[in-house]
């Protein structure tokens, strides 16, 4: 059996149980707006401590925050958001279409 088969049946098995696909979820999300600050934070130059002294907060917690490591409170994201010369939008989508 090839490893790409062993872990889609390792993945598949952990998938199954219970809870575990709002805890994949909530490890997306916090995956991807990490990415999203990383990907700002290089576009306009910044280091992580750089924008960690924007943002009143350690270059550590900059670095945990973009690999994924930490869910942000809304005050957080909008601390971030300025510190990157964005402004922050929170959406709903429905399930069907959120993904």
Known sequence: MSERRIWADRKSEIMSRPGAGAAYEAAKIRFEVGEAVRLRREQLGLTQAELAERT?????????????GTMPTIPMLERLAEALE??????????????
Do not use: H, I, T, Y
């Not at 009143?56 to 994924?68: C, D, N, S």
């Not at 964005?86 to 993904?99: D, K, N």
């Open 56 to 68: 009143g907060l350690k270059q550590p917690a900059v670095a945990r925050f973009e690999a994924g």
């Open 86 to 99: 964005m402004r922050l939008s929170v959406e709903f989508q429905p399930l069907r279409e959120a993904g």
